[in-house]
């Protein structure tokens, strides 16, 4: 697609519970990232994938967290056992090649968790 | 008690008038510089991007500037539109090898007609 599509578009989850997120990159482009934003402010970096590789998740919290990029298929972020921090907006963004380079966000997912 | 909500850095501006939003940057070996645009409710938006090669680069409306000595960015919005309104964050790749980008607090800029 044109655009980087993300769903669910909100998703509320009881602590404790599984919550996965879904992103389409841009058809074409290579790298995908997944961030964090909390409060409508800081972006914190989780995990960057070279197609379906992991190239870098040097953010991703050691426990809980899992993401995968698999050939043919949406990329998933997916956070087991949910906490009440763990709320926050997750937004994936594409690009084309590795380097110095734009990287294109889509609309994110609000993830609530109660 | 605790205040709880965030108060972003504002910037008021007159519909028309020019905008300046400030940056400060972390990272001395960061080689490129991204401005994005976020509306309430969406995803960050490319505004423009310049190289540490470059000290200046403008768009349609929009110039960036770059200060390596002091590590500091900035963008400067001609003719600001209520459109403009928004939270804007810069981002810099400090590591080429893989693209990651590492964004600086967000300035909210208003817009009043």
């Known amino acids: 697609g044109e655009e980087v599509a993300q769903t669910p578009k909100h998703l509320v989850r009881g602590e404790g519970q599984k919550a996965k997120l879904y992103c389409a990159p841009i058809k074409g482009h290579s790298y995908v990232f997944w961030y964090q934003q909390v409060l409508k402010n800081e972006f914190k970096f989780l995990i960057s994938f070279q197609n379906e590789n992991v190239f870098d998740e040097t953010g991703m919290p050691k426990e809980r967290f899992s993401a995968k990029c698999l050939p043919n298929s949406p990329c998933s972020l997916e956070i087991q056992a949910t906490k009440l921090e763990d709320s926050a907006v997750y937004f994936c963004?594409?690009?084309?090649?590795?380097?110095?380079?734009?990287?294109?966000f889509g609309q994110g997912t609000r993830l609530t968790v109660v | 008690g605790e205040s709880v909500g965030l108060h972003l850095p504002t910037l008021s501006v007159q519909e028309g008038d020019n905008s300046i939003i400030n940056c400060a940057y972390s990272n001395s070996a960061s080689d490129y510089f991204i401005w994005y645009k976020q509306e309430s409710g969406k995803g960050p938006q490319f505004i423009i991007d310049i190289r540490s090669n470059m000290d200046k680069r403008q768009g349609q409306r929009v110039t960036v500037l770059l200060n390596k000595t002091v590590k500091h960015l900035s963008l400067q919005i001609a003719a600001t539109q209520p459109g403009d309104s928004a939270v804007y964050f810069c981002a810099e790749n400090y590591d080429t090898e893989n693209n990651r980008l590492a964004f600086g607090k967000g300035n909210q800029v208003v817009v009043i007609p």
């Open positions: 963004a594409s690009s084309l090649r590795q380097g110095n380079t734009e990287a294109f």
